[in-house]
């Protein structure tokens, strides 16, 4: 029975791809291996959905993933799980540090070759099951850290929905719940960052 290790997507060994279809934009991770088996998370948007995909076996024009050159995937639907996207236009590498960090540590996903965490159990039939983490499996202060990287995932998603603002204002009680939640954000971050310089 294969053994499974959790390898937090802040690690060496990822690389972040902004991706970019007719009508959707994506950022693809993938883990090379070095610490297990590789594999690759989708994250993004399609119409209404929110893709959050991982897997093992990644397909690009029918072809495993990690085979392919990322400027031979252009023309060619990307295969994950459940996921297919239409032909990807564009594919660029993403170079913004903060926002490969913020990609990368938001989760973190399960590669073959190690043991589960303390307290995890394997699935009902004895065999292991993909095993995300949260912010629980983590002492603090750790832990809160992982909520803020993902509050700045879910931050740039609501960002990169170019419309949402538009679309929020049809509605005048959606679009104030969104005014007070943005105060809200400035209030804290801008307080967390006070704090935050005053240790330099």
């Known amino acids: 029975m294969s053994k499974t290790s959790v390898v937090s997507m802040s690690e060496p060994g990822w690389t972040v791809y902004r991706i970019r279809t007719e009508s959707s934009r994506y950022h693809l991770s993938i883990y090379?291996?070095?610490?297990?088996r590789p594999i690759a998370v989708l994250r993004g948007h399609s119409g209404d959905r929110t893709i959050d995909q991982a897997d093992s076996a990644p397909l690009v024009g029918g072809a495993l993933l990690f085979g392919v050159d990322a400027a031979a995937w252009v023309g060619h639907p990307l295969e994950m799980g459940r996921v297919k996207t239409s032909a990807i236009l564009g594919v660029e590498r993403e170079s913004n540090p903060i926002l490969v960090r913020t990609i990368t540590a938001a989760a973190?996903?399960?590669?073959?070759?190690?043991?589960?965490?303390?307290?995890?159990?394997?699935g009902a039939d004895g065999t292991d099951r993909p095993y995300r983490m949260t912010s629980a499996d983590f002492a603090y202060p750790e832990d809160y850290l992982i909520r803020v990287e993902r509050a700045a995932q879910?931050?740039?998603?609501?960002?990169d929905r170019r419309a949402l603002v538009d679309d929020l204002a049809r509605v005048p009680d959606l679009m104030q719940r969104f005014e007070v939640a943005?105060?809200?954000?400035?209030?804290?971050?801008n307080a967390l960052g006070n704090r935050a310089a005053r240790r330099h």
Do not use: F, M, N, Q
């Open 32 to 36: 090379d291996g070095s610490s297990g």
């Open 108 to 122: 973190a996903i399960t590669v073959t070759g190690g043991s589960r965490p303390a307290g995890v159990d394997p």
């Open 154 to 159: 879910h931050l740039s998603a609501a960002y």
């Open 182 to 189: 943005l105060s809200e954000c400035l209030l804290k971050v």
